[in-house]
């Protein structure tokens, strides 16, 4: 039996835009981790970067992410780059401490949450000002910050007990 042609598979040799070295796309742009350097790729990322400041899946502005890549570093967003994601995909995560929290902007506003702790902002601009988390200013302690994300499918009780890897 002849396996179905499926789009969304990774079937495509590309260069990866970050690093150069070989990686596979889906038939839209998109692929999977790179093998050489971990970045994920989607169609579009230059202009995400020139419009908002940011790339997808990855949240790291490509020119940034090409830069970290040279002087051998992880993929690491900063707290800019995190609020322009908010302003862009409305839903984000962050771990700091073993902890998982959720970012939602609603109605203008944003709250900031996780299991034992909410909090809310009426702005984009009082949460980027006065988020906190133990009484420290997240802005202060985003080095501290584990793998800053957009928000992605699944249940927040389980899924995502345990931060992913950088």
Known sequence: MEKDYNPVEYNNAVQCEVCGQLTFADDYGNTDKC???GWMQSPGNELLEQWQGISYPMLVPLSRAREQYKAGQKFKATFEDFINGLKFYAEML??????????CRKSGGVRLSCKDFAESYETIEE?????????????????????????YCGDPETDYEVSPQD
């Open 94 to 103: 962050f771990w700091h401490g073993g902890t998982v929290y959720t970012v």
């Open 127 to 151: 949460f980027y000002d006065h988020a906190h988390i133990g009484g420290r200013l997240l802005k202060d302690i985003w080095v501290e910050v584990v793998h800053p994300c957009y928000m």
């Open 35 to 37: 093998p050489h350097c």
